[in-house]
């Protein structure tokens, strides 16, 4: 009888060890990125007052600068969410952008959120393309006759 009085403490510690190393796995993951935003620095750029250099001792480099149009700054943080198995998830968003004008001072600020995400599902395993479906073996052989027939004299 000793035996099983002491044994039943034992397995009961044991089986709430291990619910809570389960359960411990089962909380979300919280992961930021990009820049670090911060109001009171984003609320000295003033339209007018600064330029690019003003703004890259206030603010830093821009996470990335566009293209085309308007020259602009734009500097985006993200904070992401995962669960276990799950994929991760946006939770917070901000694009904080600044525009300059052809002399580089600052023209405009301004800042967008999760308004802007958008989310992207793939249609499947597949690719669409253009064009007839083939099979493995017209891909293989396909071409044989054809390599060179254009530039061989006579065909």
């Known amino acids: 009888m000793n035996l099983r009085k002491g044994l039943r403490p034992r397995l009961l510690a044991t ?15 919280t992961e930021g990125a990009g820049y670090i935003p911060n109001d009171q620095l984003t609320s000295a750029i003033q339209p ?47 694009v904080f952008a600044v525009q300059f004008d052809g ?10 959120g999760m308004e802007q995400v958008v989310y992207l599902t793939p249609d499947g395993n597949e690719t669409p393309t253009l064009g007839r479906e083939r099979s493995f073996l017209e891909d293989l052989f396909g071409n044989i006759g054809t390599v060179n027939a254009a530039g061989a004299p006579g065909g």
């Open 15 to 29: 089986a709430l060890g291990l619910m809570a190393i389960g359960t411990a796995g089962c909380t979300s993951i």
């Open 48 to 94: 007018g007052l600064d330029n690019r250099r003003s703004v890259e001792e206030t603010l830093g480099r821009p996470s990335f600068e566009s293209q085309y149009g308007a020259p602009t700054w734009y500097y985006v943080s993200s904070t992401t969410g995962r669960k276990p198995f799950v994929r991760p998830r946006i939770q917070q968003h901000a």
């Open 103 to 112: 002399a580089g001072n600052v023209v405009s600020t301004g800042t967008t």
